[in-house]
């Protein structure tokens, strides 16, 4: 079975400080991947970063970066400098890449980040 | 414009009713997906479809029905709306010839069912 884990349902940072948001992953799939989206409260969902289970290096987009711990099954997502655009709900997503032939994925329930001015 | 469109964007219907959601992208995908999403919970399958001839059931399609009429065009039906199928509904493409084949979702349609 796969399943995502954020145990953060909301958090607080402050402006232009960094934040790091948690995810855990549990699968049985050898080769998967990792995504971040972010829901604003406008409802859309956009998609931040990905990071390939055989990546060598940390996957970085911006002010965001994924920092990956493959034998901790751990894939927390860091927003440097935060913004008050930054306030929004945050996606942990799975996609197995051998078993899963629907492509679809997996999400985690979501932690809520409040940047405050 | 954006990538992904939904028609509508809100819609509140009653019990019984056929409703149909739409989405057209330009993004040149192959691969489409219909997700719904319920207040506290992540989002959720209900049907994929990987090309105009190929259409699968995900983790939730009781109760509905897709078409893909085109590469770009893939609808959701609801042929009986029921209240417990109120929920934010989105609809996501993805290139399979991409390494990540990272899925784009639209803007979501908000559905309300009386």
């Known amino acids: 079975a796969q399943k995502i884990t954020q145990t953060q349902p909301g958090m607080f940072v402050q402006e232009k400080e960094a934040v790091t948001l948690d995810c855990t992953y549990d699968?049985?799939?050898?080769?998967?991947?990792l995504f971040w989206y972010k829901q604003p409260s406008s409802g859309e969902m956009i998609f931040l970063i990905y990071q390939g289970s055989y990546d060598q290096q940390n996957a970085t987009e911006g002010r965001y970066s994924l920092n990956f711990q493959k034998a901790r099954k751990s894939a927390n997502l860091v927003i440097s400098a935060s913004q008050l655009g930054d306030s929004a709900m945050y996606f942990c997503?799975?996609?197995?890449?051998?078993?899963?032939?629907?492509?679809?994925?997996?999400f985690g329930q979501g932690t809520e980040l409040s940047v405050k001015p | 414009d954006a990538d992904v469109t939904q028609t509508p964007r809100n819609r509140i219907t009653k019990t019984g009713k056929r409703i149909m959601l739409e989405c057209s992208q330009t993004k040149g995908h192959d691969r489409m997906y219909w997700y719904r999403q319920d207040p506290g919970l992540g989002l959720r399958l209900i049907y994929y479809s990987f090309d105009v001839k190929d259409i699968n059931k995900g983790e939730i399609s009781d109760g509905y029905s897709v078409s893909r009429q085109a590469q770009a065009k893939f609808s959701l039906s609801l042929e009986s709306a029921i209240p417990n199928q109120t929920a934010l509904y989105f609809c996501?493409?993805?290139?399979?010839?991409?390494?990540?084949?990272?899925?784009?979702f639209g803007p979501g349609t908000r559905l309300t069912v009386l």
């Open positions: 699968t049985s799939d050898p080769s998967y991947g």
């Open positions: 997503a799975m996609r197995g890449l051998i078993y899963n032939q629907g492509g679809k994925l997996i």
């Open positions: 996501a493409t993805s290139d399979h010839a991409r390494s990540t084949d990272t899925q784009y």
